[in-house]
């Protein structure tokens, strides 16, 4: 379903074009028209479908945005969730002058989200907690608000949340909408939405029952950052000879292709904004060889019929397992092989988990490739075009030119076999040590052990070493592994991929006002 049938209020709709989606995912075609009719509801959905947007929409189309007062609530279990769906309503508010939208949770200062609120803010993005300690400090005013949504619900009483859920449930006024979203639906989500909800209509996303064709499929846990390097690597490693790339926007389409022609590849974006003329450009490249590499949307990649693709790369998660089973159903085709490769962020392994539960499928995770294997693969398909060249062809002048010049130089056959072979795999191969790579460090698997010289003594608590090593990074606080505090020194674990962002970014910060050192830990410690 398009937006323009979705977003009424223009602005919104210039906010999504902006922001590069092309189409409403399952779960926001079912239920924005649902919620702008102001009624109550109940979305079966997970992280990663686009729930955010599938309630900020209707959500800010209720505010006024000419009143200060508060006018929408929304609940959610972690502060890295409240941040991140806070971002993403801003910015579907962007052209909404004067609608304020703030996130308040556990451990900021609460000083400081008093002074925000007091400046007027329309829509607030909360952990129950702490906004019930607002509701009570009176900081918080419930009177005019419209719109209430549960977001993550079954993760939130997994949380125990569920006493502070219904206190907030309580306190609002007689006329609001509440919107209710869960991945799962236990009996006590169904309780909250029978005692509060009035009339809820459900919205799920029917699964169709989905085959998946028999392809080779493996996922990566990527740092945000680092997608476009882990992305090359890849490329260099498999070196397809044609690959389809898929993101979940038309403006990473365009920022990828830039990207991937920047390191020197062959790429064309194929997205909804192009004119037909541009796209059959890009398509009569793309099969004649000039192009060797895809990189669409979803809804560009409908209309596309090549049969040979090698390699089908998921540079977004999906947003709906449909959408996973489209994708890689484009290789392998006519009984070819093919492989498929997902990269995944964060929380989207859950998605990921989802849309292997759904499609019956077995996506293997593999270790990022480091610069030594790609080298390996490189060199291996170097020698393998060199044995076939010892079978088929006469090599008798080639032979006379190479004993004249070793007998010249006092070279080996080898050492010369070896620089020939360095020359034909051109630069970056000269086996550099990756850079995620630290050694043993004495960690869980797939993860690294970091050492801070900051412990008990300096009255540090692990929620502060926590707070700080995600802060810092960006990385989600979930993703940080176990935490062990001594009285002068912490060890903090983090997911392999991370590490050197961690070590980065904890260089200029400081924990309870003090700067701190981090390295990775000695594996015998
Ligand atoms: P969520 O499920 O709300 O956490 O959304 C996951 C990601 O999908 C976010 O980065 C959104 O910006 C993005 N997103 C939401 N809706 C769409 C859409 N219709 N098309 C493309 N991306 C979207």
């Known amino acids: 379903m398009n937006f323009e049938e979705l977003c009424l209020d223009t602005r919104i709709l210039r906010a999504v074009t902006e922001m590069g989606f092309e189409q409403a995912s399952p779960i926001q075609a079912k239920s924005i028209p649902i919620a702008l009719e102001g009624k109550d509801m109940i979305g079966q959905a997970q992280t990663g479908t686009g729930k955010t947007a599938a309630f900020g929409i209707p959500l800010l189309q209720r505010v006024d945005p000419h009143s200060k007062k508060l006018q929408a609530v929304v609940l959610c279990p972690t502060r890295e969730l409240a941040i991140q769906s806070a971002n993403e309503v801003r910015r579907l508010a962007k052209f909404m002058h004067g609608i304020k939208v703030l996130p308040i949770y556990g451990g900021q200062e609460i000083s400081k989200q008093i002074r925000s609120l007091k400046g007027g803010v329309q829509v607030i993005i909360g952990t129950p907690g702490r906004v019930i300690d607002h509701i009570n400090r009176h900081t918080l005013k419930l009177e005019q608000v419209g719109t209430v949504v549960l977001d993550e619900a079954d ?121 037909q003329s541009q796209r059959d450009r890009v398509m009569n490249g793309f099969r004649n060889g000039r192009t060797d590499i895809l990189v669409a949307t979803d809804v560009a990649a409908r209309g596309i019929d090549v049969d040979d693709v090698e390699a089908v790369f998921n540079y977004d998660v999906p947003q709906d397992d449909e959408y996973y089973v489209h994708r890689i159903g484009r290789t392998g085709r006519a009984g070819r092989s093919g492989r498929a490769f997902t990269l995944v962020v964060g929380r989207e392994i859950y998605k990921l988990k989802d849309i292997q539960r759904y499609c019956k499928t077995k996506i293997k995770r593999q270790p990022i490739p480091s610069v030594d294997d790609i080298t390996d693969i490189k060199a291996e398909k170097i020698l393998e075009k060199a044995s076939d060249i010892i079978e088929s062809e006469n090599l008798a002048k080639m032979i006379d030119i190479l004993e004249e010049h070793l007998d010249e130089k006092e070279y080996s056959a080898l050492e010369m076999a070896a620089s020939l072979l360095m020359m034909q795999m051109g630069e970056n191969s000269s086996g550099e040590m990756a850079k995620e790579d630290f050694g043993d460090t004495g ?33 989600e606080g979930d993703l940080v592994g176990a935490i062990d505090m001594y009285d002068n020194y912490t060890f903090v674990e983090v997911p392999r991929e991370y590490a050197a962002d961690v070590i980065d970014a904890m260089k200029h910060a400081k924990i309870k006002g003090k700067h701190v050192s981090v390295e990775p830990a000695n594996g015998k410690r």
Request: negative net charge; glycine residues 8%; aromatic residues 8%.
């Open 155 to 275: 993760e939130m009483l997994n949380m125990g949340f569920r006493e502070d859920i219904e206190l907030v449930l309580e306190k609002m006024p007689e006329q609001h909408q509440t919107l209710l979203f869960s991945a799962t639906m236990p009996k006590p989500i169904l309780e909250i939405a029978k005692n509060y909800l009035v009339e809820p209509e459900t919205v799920k996303v029917v699964k169709k029952e989905l085959t998946v064709p028999k392809i080779d499929q493996f996922y990566y846990e990527v740092n945000p950052r680092k997608k476009n390097e882990v992305l090359s690597r890849l490329l260099d490693m498999y070196d397809p000879e044609l690959s389809l790339i898929f993101c979940n926007t038309k403006r990473k389409v365009d920022e990828l292709v830039e990207d991937l022609k920047g390191r020197g590849y062959f790429a064309e974006g194929l997205h909804g904004d192009m004119k």
């Open 443 to 475: 960690a869980e698997p797939g993860m690294v052990r970091l050492f801070i010289n900051i412990g008990k003594k300096n009255r540090v608590r692990i929620g502060d070493v926590l707070g700080a090593v995600a802060g810092e990074s960006g990385m």
